[in-house]
C-alpha cells in the first residue's frame, strides 16, 4: 500500500497505537534524527514509505498545533 504522506502517517500512528512495543522503541529514542529515521523505517516495514521531510514536517505541525492549543 502506497498513499500520500499524510495518509501513510496517520496510517502508521494507528499501527503505533495499537503496538506497545513499536511505541515504547519509538518512545524511548531521544536524538530527534535517530527517531526521524526510526519513523521511516517502521513505514517502510509497514509498506507505508516516507521521507525524512515527511517525518519532520509532520513534526512541526505537530508543535505548531500544540503551541497553537496553549494559546487559546
Same mark, same amino acid.
Given at each position: 500500500?502506497?498513499?500520500?504522506?499524510?495518509? !501513510?502517517? /496517520?496510517?502508521?500512528?494507528?499501527?503505533? !497505537?495499537?503496538?506497545?512495543?513499536?511505541?515504547?522503541?519509538?518512545?524511548?529514542?531521544?536524538?530527534?534524527? /535517530?527517531?526521524?529515521?526510526?519513523?521511516?523505517?517502521?513505514?517502510?516495514?509497514?509498506?507505508?514509505?516516507?521521507?525524512?521531510?515527511?517525518?519532520?514536517?509532520?513534526?512541526?505541525?505537530?508543535?505548531?498545533?500544540?503551541?497553537?492549543?496553549?494559546?487559546?
Amino acid at each position: 500500500m502506497t498513499g500520500s504522506a499524510s495518509t !501513510n502517517l /496517520e496510517a502508521l500512528r494507528q499501527r503505533v !497505537n495499537g503496538d506497545p512495543v513499536l511505541q515504547a522503541r519509538l518512545f524511548a529514542l531521544t536524538d530527534v534524527q /535517530e527517531f526521524v529515521v526510526a519513523v521511516c523505517h517502521a513505514g517502510g516495514l509497514f509498506d507505508l514509505p516516507l521521507s525524512d521531510a515527511d517525518v519532520q514536517m509532520a513534526m512541526r505541525a505537530g508543535r505548531q498545533a500544540w503551541s497553537d492549543r496553549k494559546r487559546s
